[in-house]
């Protein structure tokens, strides 16, 4: 633990404080109601956009998003976007010719107004999953190739019909390309966004509005675009189903988010510093 004060949560959501089913428990808003009331700004750091954003966690009294993981934050309950970073189309361009050179059947969507929409390439809607298609999609809309590539984006999307988002993000690699960072998040996708642009450097930005400290925040993940927030925050927690690398790089691994990890974590926290009653 920390001898500072904590006074900001910032959580990853999928895999980390949503459960597999992309809920939250009574137990977790609970938690995070408790931890509002008690002076703490809650923050959900994510790759998501906001209106991806679960209306449970607004109503339990999260106080910001910090969506494409660092691109934009968003305050809560007003919506007021903060700040954002755009990749550019100059550092789009590139990637995307080696994508058509090396992989022709990769697929690219950009995300668009603030975090409101994506444009994407033709083809790339056929390789949603089903689950996406059924219940958590949101809206897309089809463009040229040549639409989707020529506006700044908060983040760029890739998808393959047979590689995951870590073989994506290896063939990137190779390519010698530059001027934008490479992430994955479990999703079947990569995610890419400003060169330099992370979750670490979105909830930094947001810190240095609030006038909190890194030493006072507490970060939890699961995956590999979790890392570099992780390693910044005073306090880094993986929760137990995180990948390897990430448990490695944490202060502190929790319970799984299907057992309540996160809300253990920050109730430990209140409770360590005398702010909540332990709960048994």
């Known amino acids: 633990m920390t ?3 904590i006074r900001l949560i910032a959580s990853d959501l999928d895999g980390t404080l949503l459960r597999a089913d992309k809920t939250i428990t009574e137990r977790t808003a609970e938690t995070i109601r408790t931890a509002t009331a008690s002076g703490l700004f809650v923050v959900a750091a994510t ?6 954003v679960p209306t449970e966690l607004e109503s339990a009294g999260l106080s910001h998003i910090v969506g494409s ?3 934009i934050a968003v305050e809560l309950p007003s919506r ?7 990749l550019s189309p100059s550092a789009i361009e590139p990637i995307v010719a080696f994508l058509d050179a090396e992989l022709p059947e990769a697929r690219v969507s950009a995300v668009r107004d603030h975090g409101a929409r994506h444009a994407a390439a033709p083809g790339y809607a056929d390789l949603l999953t089903p689950m996406e298609r059924d219940k958590y999609w949101w809206h897309i809309d089809t463009e040229p190739l040549a639409a989707v590539i020529g506006e700044p984006t908060l983040k760029l999307t890739v998808r393959h019909p047979r590689l995951d988002a870590e073989q994506l993000r290896t063939m990137l690699s190779s390519s010698g390309l530059s001027g934008f960072h490479a992430t ?5 996708f990569l995610e890419i966004g400003g ?3 992370t979750k670490a450097t979105g909830v930094s930005r947001l810190c240095e509005l609030l006038g909190v400290s890194p030493c006072e925040v507490l970060a939890a993940g699961d995956a590999r675009n979790d890392l570099e927030l992780i390693d910044w925050a005073g306090i880094g927690v993986a929760v137990g189903n995180a990948d390897p690398a990430t448990i490695a790089a944490a ?11 996160v809300a253990l974590a920050i109730e430990t926290v209140l409770a360590q510093e005398n702010r909540h009653e332990p709960v048994s």
């Not at 790759?47 to 991806?52: K, T």
């Not at 007021?80 to 755009?86: D, I, Y």
């Not at 202060?251 to 990890?261: F, K, L, M």
């Open 184 to 188: 994955t998040s479990g999703a079947p």
């Open 47 to 52: 790759g998501r956009q906001y209106p991806q």
């Open 69 to 71: 993981n660092g691109a």
């Open 251 to 261: 202060d502190w691994v929790t319970a799984s988010n299907e057992q309540d990890g």
């Open 195 to 197: 060169a330099g642009v």
């Open 80 to 86: 007021r976007v903060l700040f954002e970073e755009l």
């Open 3 to 5: 001898n500072h004060r």
